[in-house]
């Protein structure tokens, strides 16, 4: 209960929700389940918002883990006190944890430690006191040659060595510096040699509040730092921080308080700020991994949000210089047709060949849509295609695609497994042509990382990324839905509670006894048991069932419900099929949807999601969306003008701004500043992936390919 009211208050929903929550989720329920087939248990959260409560449901549990750890270490030194207790309850972040457990932990030999050996605890604790003492006096009482100490100066500087470290362990005096450090320091950056020209120059002498450092430049100082190139440190006027510790440590103005404020300084220089500077270097890269981590899912889920090409036969090309460019047709439902490799970068015999081989391929397929992968040799074959495709009568348009992870995925067991009888080679333009016709549907074989739309990706938390971008995914496959009768084990291994071996369970049953002919023989799959079977059948289609409600998003534990709306609104079953229920929404709303849906035995939010299935059944909500910039003609670099306006694909988003394809092959980039007259937060409030926009031409930079855009 403590868990849900801490969630309630953190995400501003109802403690009931945040419970039922917990609950659904012990229960093995997969948040696309949750999310979709319980809304009245959470108020219709979406699956983005339930991963996150969930994500911090398990921080949290891990922070109530470490306490208990940290309490029985700290139990079994005997060393528990009511205070420290309260302290670790008290505790909201796992660094609190660890700061209370610092002087208990087990160190290393310290200047403190031999001190301590030496027998000079006693000498530091009297001096620590701050009472009116000989010191000198006291001190010779500790020269011992048997235990190393030699000297009253000796005895001194032991005790002082063993006050330092009991200040740098004060948990206290660690939060509130960090707390002043984070609000206070600038993070700067020197050359490591300014005489090395390289991509961080602009960071060879550089300085910026830790406080609003913009997380991109974090992750690029960090890669400058670890590749050589810069130096980098935190910088914060010493005096504003040991002014807070004097203030919590100095008691009296007498000689043992000019010892210990000594080592008060000792303790600041030598232990804690170097601590200190490197807990907040990690905590601004962590935010900034946080934030790439989150743009990176952003852009992941828009890309594989765009509008599919339908009902076309599409050909795929992968360039290439030497080895030349690779083939491939695929029918509208992605299975290959035929394979070629042409050479239109060679000589004028070989282009006129490759032509010819093309021309041919468009007009004994029927192909209405041509994919060109942005790699090598891209701008020649999208030049090449263009040429082509304008010189024959047939209606064909063309567009350039990411082939990121196309090499990865041609090379896997699972394209071997799908197109054994192709070259590696080939399967790139196989998997490149059929990411035009569906992107959702070919890039759940690519590892998400590897698709590459974010920033510093590979820099990133490798374990967290996975997490995050593997959850988008999810969400994205779940939200489309699969038909049980044609997706890959790679799409259904998406599927909510559908695993890679169950997944291949499927598929081998639909092999050995033919195509599902309804969601409930999904029970007679290998593993697949009854919890699974709840989790995964509504995301599930069946277009050859004979029941419509099998290619809807109606689960089966809400048919019964469903057909009672139907007889509710005078329709029968078969209307679902033919396309007659375009009134049931009005009648729903004249009944009125509480009186509806107490009658059916629902809530408001099933009911509704009920009406919306019966009335569009099969619907693909990325049908709705504006559908992708397809070509017909090619531009070169020299060809733009300051001033000219162009329609364009916004292909990345980072954190100053997006890179546009505008028919050119370098992507232009409209910086942050040149997307609206207001002032914006952040790039992606105001673009997507796949957005197609209208930009005009700032300047163009032929010597270094970088062109300029601005949407003003």
Known sequence: MEHAK??????GIREEYADNIIALLDEGNTIPFIARYRKEMHGTMDDQTIRAVSERLEYLRNLDKRKEEVRHLIEELGQMTDEISQALQNAKMLTEIEDIYRPYKPK??????????????????????????????EAEQYISEEKGVLTAEEALQ????????????????????RNIIRLNANVRTKAADPEQDSVYASYYDYSEPVKSIAGHRVLAIDRGEREGFLKVSVDIEASKCLTIVYRLILTAQNECAELVKAACDDAYSRLIFPSAEREIRAEMTEKADEQAIKLFAVNLRQLLMQPP?????????DPGYRTGCKLAVVDPTGRVLDTAVIYPTHSAAQIEKSKQTLKNMIRKYHAAIIAIGNGTASKETEMFTAECIGEIEEKVSYMVVSEAGASVYSASELAAAEMPDLDLTLRSAVSIARRLQDPLAELVKIEPKAIGVGQYQHDMPQKRLSEALDGVVEDCVNTVGADLNTASPALLSRVAGISAAVSRNIVAYREENGAFTSRAELKKVSKLGPKTFEQCAGFLRVPESSNPLDHTGVHPESYDAAGKLLNLCGY?????????VEGLRQKVESIGRETAAE????????????????????????????????????????????????????????????????????????????????????????LSVGDVITVRVLSVDTARNRISLTMK
């Open 309 to 317: 090409v339908k009902g076309h036969t599409a050909i795929g090309l």
């Open 599 to 686: 009658k059916i035995g629902t809530g408001v939010p099933t009911l509704l999601d009920i009406v919306n299935e019966l009335m569009k059944p099969g619907r693909d909500p990325r049908d709705e969306l504006p559908p992708p910039l397809l070509r017909t003609d090619v531009l070169d670099i020299k060809d733009l003008k300051p001033g000219m306006e162009l329609k364009g694909t916004v292909r990345n988003v980072i954190d100053f701004g997006a890179f546009v394809d505008i028919g050119v092959h370098q992507d232009g980039l409209v910086h942050i500043s040149q997307m609206s007259q207001k002032r914006i937060r952040h790039p992606s409030d105001v």
């Open 6 to 11: 801490q969630l309630s208050e953190e995400f």
């Open 158 to 177: 032991g005790a002082m060595d063993i006050i330092a470290e009991n200040v740098s362990d004060n948990a206290e005096i660690r939060k509130r510096l």
């Open 108 to 137: 290393r030999k310290t200047r403190a430690s031999v001190a301590k050996e030496k027998g000079l605890d006693r000498l530091a604790q009297a001096i620590f006191a701050q009472n009116d003492l000989d010191v000198q006096k």
């Open 572 to 580: 029968e079953l078969t209307d679902v099929k033919n396309g007659g």
